[in-house]
Every structure is written in structure tokens, then in C-alpha cells.
């Protein structure tokens, strides 16, 4: 493919989806109404088309020139001021066409899902336009070849979660979430920012090509110089990430975002919005392996968060509110396989590409679980508490087994994707226990990391059985006849479902395809990874455990259920009640920070309106005596010019003569 | 002069012939199409806006196949200033001729429309001269018809008012500015301008001291146009009285005649541009400084206490053209960001954003001549949501904040002005960020007026059509936005003309 036909494909994968939303924004209200989605369609799948087209071309030839060197870098010459120039660069490597391929593919299939779901609704078209603009950042953001562009575009997926959390701004509940999510973020935004300062201070550049291409020397002279700068560097960065991926203990924010339309949660707060920290932590990867101290605490917060989330998702009733538990644990396990590439520099590629292939199968299967969710809240009338609701599966056959098929992949059933996935970072995990200087670490972590699959596979199927076993009941708002999904509705979730299943076993370990195309990434190196046959059966036994324990307790004696529940008392109530993080961050961070306010706003108050009154009134005061002046008698305006073109002729005489 | 050194100079100057040749038609015509008792058949202003956009474009494309040519002995040149100004002007004054439009009446618009091309050929002229006398009479070019056109179109009481303020006073500034250059021509001995910037450069004011008094004057005199602090007087006053068209032009126009004729006399004003320890641009550069600090400050604070639109933007053109004389100020420096090329960047920027602002208010009219009162703005955002999203681009342009050509023009200033190594631009740098941010106040204070207040029941009427100026409208939002997306084109030609 030449190189123009490239280009114009890249400019197509963010700029397909941009027109979408403007055409969609500037016309949807009056003029498409309910017709809004073709747009969008159109736009993702032209993005997605181009993205494949993409994938399979540039990459080979990349490979054959320098493996490590990005595909393509193409730029737009803003504007050249002196020396100051500012392009608008896009660039794409391996890394960078299969999060874009992953982005647009699942926006798709969410989009048409979301039409069929958000239909009569009166935010139709502003529904679309804003589901068009996030896939548009998001495109930009992984196409981003600069800190700045990643930073503005990780702040515009930030904005567009934001809409769209809050897309039922009446809602009081959905507008604090919309608030919570972008207030939180900023605490991670800071991070970005900071680490933003740092590299332009260590580096002078804020270019990819420069900040992570480890090739040169001079960037190695700077690494050797400033080792201690590097680890802030790569800690600042990870903050940026704990607070977009939701990490502990930024994660509260996440669970809150639900308040949004189910479709959005699937894509912006399952798929690949969330992602977005794991992909810039991953993109850093030649920053990373010189600071493994940085790499210790990524590790460390992933497994933190990833226990967490999961000991919360055991109680929780709310369908939605286990699957976001369960996608910030997920999280998680994505930061551990990231972290543990402290084990030595053979280990680097082989755990960055667990973290990236975990992300890559979590994005199908965790869209199709809350599609399938948003289909049982669909049919339910809007009711998604577990306990008001059961043996969904004669009536919602599709669903029943689309979401079956997902939470099999969750919890890690061979051979679906996301047991090849988990199983990786598994084995990165138990790389870094028997290798490197921090064994003992990763040996809890690892731990940690088998207890929290095993309450994967038990919530997730705790989940399933409470939804779709049992007797049938409805709840009253469903009306008489709830009803399977339409087929805009349901082709999505088959599609997903496919994708779920067999994913894992087209790309995965088994034939290395994804490993081998993510090596020409910057940072990377090709390895022959081998099969862990001990891990994969022990990731299969924590499956089954898991599951068998979910099926004893809800389907075969629900009363073991309520005994398990009595006997865990206090665990049960933490779980229950999200280990009260909402109310510690309230007492010790919201609340402070609430009577900080009011002592600002009472400073605020006096003394700087005060002042800012004062000023204000300066200007007035000032131009009174101007004013007189403008009072529209021609003479004395002739007078005032004469007089001060005589002022300017008795300045030069005098400043003449004092020299 | 030789038949063969006339045809050199009109070739230099052959858009310009085009258009006082269109001007001379309509003149000799326009009386003719007249009816007996002096009534002209309705529509005629159709047919005189229609010739006057036929000669612009005419002298557009001619003006795209000349070739900049670096300086020439003869009363004219045709170098990048002109060639930019010139594209610069022929643009603009296009969306005046679609502004004035609809406000011309069909008697008066044939000798409307010829002084509207007259004086932005006088424009064109000034930009062209290589000769303190071309100069002048391109000064004047601009100045007489401009009288014309105050009078012409309304009768009103408050438009004489303003067209004999307007007439008393510039003569006045024109004659400061005629004297000033006859001196000049005392102190050298030549009216071509090279010839002059370097006899400047090299004398020390203690050997010619008619300077004193020449440069002076020259400053004042060009002041007026520019309307700097305190020779801005009549702006607020004519503003208020004139057709919403008419303030358009005089928001821009003199500003750029003002600007072409201090940049052609730079060694007047650039203190790097001195070789001479002591040649009349040191001196003179502080007085500019000085004016461009009142300049900045009592436009912006005058502004803060307008109720009128009109006379805001006055003041508002006031205060950019104090933005200006920064640049102007920052020309010549050793940077990489020379001031003379951020000034012609902002008077393009300026032109769109100002001619704009005035064309949405005519646009979105209600009944009479256009919206004139901040009262009349209220509720805009909701009863026309076209004409308030458009307004308000304009007013994030004036207040210098992105998207907009504005901001990417005093983002060039700031940059010129802090960079230039001329001493004192610093200080003017930082003042001019806190102008931009006391301006902020009042144009953001507009949007706020648009969007927040209910309107007032009494203006309820549907909006008169006006087709021209809402085509004028759509070129100045493409030029305000066009010029901060893909700002490079213009940019490399202001950095041709300040080569």
C-alpha cells in the first residue's frame, strides 16, 4: 500500500468519527432525530474498516525496515512562529493498531447495540454525537505521537465519559457520578501532568520517538543521569493511570459511572476508556524498565485493587455494579502483569504482552457482559437488582447464552480468551517469583492474584445463576411479557460472543500471533514464548473451584447461600457496604476539603472579592476623568491632539538635551 | 518623467487602476439612471454591489499574478507589504461592499459603492508608495471618500454630527501629518522613502533638528488613523452615529493605511533600526511606547462603561490598535518572531473578527439599522441561536481566546514583543496580557447578556432578511476560525512583507 493511501487511512480512523459527531451535533436535534445512528455508524465503521486496513498493511513493512520503528508519523503543520512549531502528529506502530482495531471494533458493534437500547429516548442524537466524539478522542489518543497530544485527548475521553455519565442530567444520582468520575480524574490528570513537566525538563522533547526510543545513546546518557528523575517520572505517570483505569484508591469513581446508559458503560467504562491508563503504562514500557521501583508499586496497586474489587463484587445485588467491580478488578490483574517486568529484562516483553493481550480479550468479553446486562435491564423495565429478578433463561434464550459465554471467558473457563489471557499474567507473575531481586513480592502478589481469580469465577458465575437460574420471576415494571432482546440488539451480543470465545484460541498463546505482531511496539522485543501446561491447569482448577462454589450456593442449596452469609458477619457487611471506601474518602479527604472550601469562600468573600471590587471599581474611577474628556465638543478634542503632539515634540527636545 | 518610467509605475499599481477606473464609471453613470425628480428604480443597489464585487475581483485576480519585487527607484513598489496588504484590504473590502449592501440606499448607493472601491484603493495606494508624496495622497484617498460616505447614506441629525466631527478632525490630523512630512523632506532633501529610512538611521537629531518637530507630527498626524490615545476622540462619537457598515470600515481601515504608513517610516519609529546613537527613533519609540500603553489601557477602561455597542467596539478598536502598536513597537528586533510580521497577522485577524462582530449586528437586526444596544442583545441565544453562536465567536476572537484568529494574533504579539531583545518590549508584552484579560470582562459579559437574560418583550420581531451581510458574516467566521486552523499561509506572507 502507498504511502499517501496510509496516510489518508490514519487521517480517516479519528477524522471519520469526528464529522459523524459534528454533523450529528449540528443536525441531530432538528433534522435526523431518530435516524441519528446511521451517522455514527457510519463514521465507527469507516474508522474500524480503516483500522483493519491498517493492521494488516503498514505493519510488515515496518517489520522489514526496523522493527522497532513506528509504521508511519504523519503531521500537520499548525503554525511555525519563530521557534516555536506545532505539529499535530499522528503515529502508529503494532501497539497502536491493535488498540485502535480493538476501539473501533467494539464501538461498533456498542453503537448499533446502543440504537436499539437508547431508542425513544428524547437524547437520542445527543446520545450518538457524543458516543461519535469519544470514539474520535479515543482514536487520537492512542494515535497520539506526543505527551501533549495524549494529554489532550486523554482529557477529551475524559470530557466525553463525563457527558455521557451524566447523558440523564436530570437524574440527581447521575449527575453527581458524572461530577465524582471528573472530579477524581483529576487527581490522576495532575499525575500526567506533572510527569508531563518532568520528561520535558529530563528530555527537552515531548516526542514518542525521542522520550521512549531507547536506540540512541544520548538517550541513554540521559537515563544513566537521572535515575532518580526517571522513577518519579514513571510514578507520576502511573498516578495519571491509576485515576483514568480506576486503580486503588481512585477506583471509587467507577463503580458511580454506571449511572450512565448501559451501552456507554460497556464501551467507555468496560472496553476502552478505562484502558487507556494500562495502554500509557504499557506505551512507556522504555521509561518503566529503568525504574523498578515504579514498576513494584504498579504491580502492588494492581493486586491491592484487584482484591478489593473483587471482595466487593461478591455482595453487591446490583448486576451492573458487579460487572464494574469486576472490570476495575480486571484492571488490576493488567497493572500486575505490568509490574511484574521488574523480574529482568527477558521478562519485559513477555509481561507487557500479557497486560496488553488480558486488555485486548477483557474488551470483548467485558463489553459483551454488560451489553448482556444492559439487554436483562432492558427487558426488565430498568431493573437491575439481582434479587428482583431470576431464571431469566428460557425467556432471553439469546442473551442467557451470549452472557454465559462472557462470564465463562471472565472467570477464566479453558479454552475461551479469557483464560489464555489470565493464564499469561499468571505465568509473568510466577516469572517474577523465580527470577529477579523482589521473589518474595511477587510470590504474594502471585497469591493474590489466585485468590482473586478464584473469587472471579465465583462472583461472576454468582452473577449468572442469580440472573438466569432459579425460578422465574420478574419484576412488576417489566409488564407481563418481558421479552428477548431485538435483533439490533442481539446480533451485537452474538457477534461479541463469537469474538469471546474463540479470540483467545485464534491470537493467543497457542499461535503467538498477537505476541509476535505487539513485539514491533518500542520498548518490546521478539521472544518465543512457551505454554505454561502447570499454570493453565491450575488456572482451570481455580475455575472450576470458582464456579462449582457459585453453583452449590445459588442454584443447587440457596439456603448454604444465607448460612455462608450469617457465618461471614462483619466480611459480609464490608463487601455489602464496598469496604465503606466512599465514606473513608469522605471523612478524610471530601470532608477537609469541604471546610477548606468554606474557609476559602469566606476569604473569597471578603477579602479578594473585596479587593477584585476595588479593582474593579478602579477602572470606573479611572476612566471618569477620561470620560470628561469624550464629552463631544469637537474643539476640545482638536485642543487635546494638539496639545499632546506637542508633549511628544517637548519630550524629544528634552530627552535630547539631557543628553 | 518619461512615457516609459509611467508605464513602469502604473504596472506596479494595476489592481489599483481597476478599481479608480470602476470608481470613474460609476461616478459618470451613476447620475444617469436616475429618474427626473432624482428616485432610482427599486433595486439598483443590486446592480452598483454587484459591479463594485465584479471590480474586486478583478483587481483580486490581478493582484494575485504580481510578483513581489524588492524595492525600485519610481514613485511606486510592489513589494511583500503591499502584496499582503493588498490581499489583506481586497478581501475585507469585499465584505464591506456585501455589509454595505442592503444598508445603501438605491440613489446614493452608485456613488456609495465608487468611494467604498476609492478608498480601498487609496489603502492599496499607501501600501504601494515608495514616495512620501504617493504616500500622502494615498492617505488622502482613503480620507475623502470616507467623508462621503459619512454623509452620504443616512441624514440623520446624529449621523451629520458625527461625519463634521469626523471631517474637522481629520483634516486637522491631515495636517499635522503634511506638515510633518514637509519638514521631512526639509531635514533630508528627498521625498523617496529608502532613500529617507536610510538618512534616518544614520543622523543624529542634534544634526538636522527639524526632525524634531517632523516626527512628531508624523506620529500624531498617523495617530489619528490608528486612533491612538489621545488622538482616538472622534471613534466612540462617529462610531455611535454612523450606519453599522460604515463603523465596519472605520474600525479597520485607517487602522491599516495607519499601520502600512508607520511601518514604511519604521526608521521614524524602530529603535533597532537606529544606527546613530541618537537618531530620532530612539526618541521616538519611547513616545510610541507610550502611546501604546494609554492607548491599550483607556480603550479598554472606557469600553467597561459602554452601553452602546457601537461605542463599545470604538473603544474596543481603540484598544487593538494600542495591541498594534506593540507589534509595531517589537518590528525589527533580532528574534525569531519579528513584530512587523505579528502586526500584519493581527490586522488580518482584526479585520475579520471587527468587519464580523459589526455584520452579525446588522444581520440579526430586528427592525431599523442594526442592533445597537446592549439591552437589544438580551435573550439572542435563544430567539436567534445562529446570530449569537456567530456573535460570540467574534467576541472570543476580540478577547484573544482559542479557537479564533484572535488568539493565535496576540498569542504572535506576545511572543514578538517578549522575544524582540529591543529593550522595553517586555513591559509592553505584559501589559498588553493584562489588557487582553480586562477586555475579557466586557466581551465575555456580552455572551453572558445573550445567553443568560430573557429577552425583552418589545423585540420580538421576526429578524429583517439581509442576505449580503449574512454572506459577509459567513466569510468573516471562515476567515476568524480559518486563520487559527490553518493559520500558516498568512503567516508566511506577513514574514515575506516584513523581509
Redesign the interface.
Known sequence: MSESVQQLLMWLIPGAPLTAAILIALFGPKVLRGQSHWLCWLGIATAFGCSLALLTSITPEGFAVDPSQPAVVIGY????????DIRIDLRADAMTSIMLSMVTGVSLLVAIFGSGYMHHDPGYPRFFAAVSLFVFSMCMLVLAGSFLMLFVFWEAVGLCSYLLIGFWFRKPSAAAAAKKAFVVNRIGDFGLLMAMFLIWRTFGSLDFDWVLNSGSTEWQMIIGANRETITLICLCLFLGAMGKSAQFPLHVWLPDAMEGPTPVSALIHAATMVTAGVYLVARCTPLFVWAPTAQLVVAGVGAATALIAALTALMQYDLKRVMAYSTVSQLGFMFMALGAAAAGPEYVTPAVTAAMFHLFTHAFFKALLFLGSGSVMHSMGDVIDMRRFSGLRRVMPTTHWTFLAGAAALAGVPPLSGFFSKDDILASLSAGMTHGDHRLYFAIIFLVAVLTAVLTAFYTFRAYFMTFWGPEKFPEEAGAHPHEASPVMAIPLQILALLAISIGFIVGPLTHRFSSYLAHTMGLSETHPHLHWGLMLLSTAIAASGIYAAFVMYVRSPAKAEEARLRSGRLYDLSQNKFYFDEILTTLVVAPLRRLAALSVSFDRTVIDGAVDAVGRL??L??QA??R??G?V?G???L??????TA??V???Q??GR? | MSHESIRTAVQLILPECILIGTVCVMFLTGPFLLGRNGQASPGLRHRWGALALLAIGAAAWQWWHTTPVAAIDGPFLSDGLSFTIRGIVLALGAVLVLAAWNQLDDRTSAECNACLLALLAGVNLTAAANDIITLFLGLELVSIPTYLLLYLPTRSRPAQEATIKYFLLSLFSSAMLVYGLALLYGATGTTMLPEIVELLKATSLTESPLLLIAAPLIAAGLGFRITAVPFHFYAPDVFQGVPAFMAALLSFIPKVVGFTALWRLTALTSRAAAESADAVSTYMASVLAVLAVLTMFIGNLMALRQSNLHRLLAYSSVAHGGYMLVGLLAGGGSSGVPGGAALLFYLAAYGFMTIGAFCILLAARRSGDSIRTIDELAGLGSSQPLAALVLSVFLFSLAGLPPTAGFLGKFNLFLAAWSSGVSGTRWLAVILAMNAAISAWYYLRLIGVMYLQSPQPSTADAPTRNLPAWIATAVCVAGTLGLFLVPQAVWDAALLATQ
Open positions: 503543520e499548525w503554525i511555525k512562529v519563530g521557534s516555536l477602572p470606573r479611572l476612566s477620561p470620560a474628556l469624550h463631544g469637537v476640545n478634542y482638536a487635546v491632539m494638539l496639545l499632546a503632539a511628544a515634540v519630550f524629544v527636545v530627552a535630547l543628553q
